[in-house]
């Protein structure tokens, strides 16, 4: 057994059916209608026979809407896929992984699945990235996740540059909620550079969370070494032909819950303010609400789980302590966490007197 599994254990993300779950950042509103009628509409052969090996019809499809080349495409399965992929790809046993702490928790258990050391860096206290810190590092491989998960900030578009121009290694700039950001990313950007490589998902705003697929976008000979390593037919069929007709039939619906998301984040955080919570400003599908002293964010995950209310805990952040995370998802959902939170905080009042 490699020493490096010893400690390892299996992704348990602690998601017990509940009535109202705001755990997972998916998206809420129902299937794209495009990619439904796509799955019921799907050929017998894509059910018996294996899927195109790098589904070159996909990527082209992709690059034309990201306006870059096919070869700056990889796809995989889910943005994890292509995440470990890279880091098989790009490291050599003992490099380092460098990343800015808190964001997605998976990157330490990948660097680890891949025999490479991860080097956590603290965020700033205004929630900025510590660019300088970060180049230190001299990492083979710095990740930056833009929209951050679990904060929802935006790190400055100036920052990911700087990191571009002098990272000693690649640049992983991980965009899996951009679309919820109101600006483009950098994925032209990075197919131009030499060592930044965006990554990409549809399963957060484009709904197809359930057929895990995601894909990165950068320099050609990077992206070319990412697809050795992430092995042959990786993308089902099913889920091509799923994402396909998104991109052909169901971009105006991705539009129209991205507004949705947009607006319902408004809401959900201006009141949680006004119950008297600190809400971190997001430029993702969720936001993050940093608890009062003393509380502990999984007695609240166990509260509000037994109010059929299900978020994410995430205890003892880094510079900001006991918080949760709430999915945005539609208005019924929203207010069933609002009053969850309300009566878990009316009750910590009541048990202070």
Known sequence: MRPEYRDLTTYDPGREPCAVDLSDNTNLWGPNPAAANAVRTAADAMLTRYPPVYVPELKRRLAAMLGVEPENVATGCGSDDVIDSALRALCAPGDVVSYPDPTFGMIPAFARMNAVRSVGVPLVPDLRLDVHTLLDTRAAVTYVCRPNNPTGTLFDRDALLALERNAAGAVLVDEAYIDFAGEAGLAVTASQSSRTIVLRTFSKAWGLAGLRLGFAVGPAAL???????????????????????????????????????????????????????????????????????????????????????????????????????????????????????????????????
Do not use: H
């Open 223 to 353: 992206i070319a070494e990412i697809e050795k390593s992430r092995g042959p037919y990786k993308v089902n069929a099913i889920a091509e032909q799923a994402a396909l007709a998104v991109l052909d039939e169901g971009r105006d619906w991705v539009e129209a819950r991205i507004r949705d998301v947009v607006r319902n984040r408004a809401l959900l955080s201006e009141r949680l303010a006004e119950l008297g919570l600190r809400v971190l400003p997001s430029a993702a599908n969720f936001v993050l609400a940093v608890l009062p002293p003393g509380a502990r964010a999984q007695e609240w995950n166990v509260g509000l789980r037994a109010a059929g209310v299900a978020v994410r805990p995430f205890p003892a952040l880094p510079g900001l302590g006991e918080c949760i995370r709430i999915t945005v998802g539609p208005s019924d959902m929203v207010e069933a966490a609002i009053d969850g939170i309300a009566t878990m905080l009316q009750q910590r009042e009541v048990m202070s007197e």
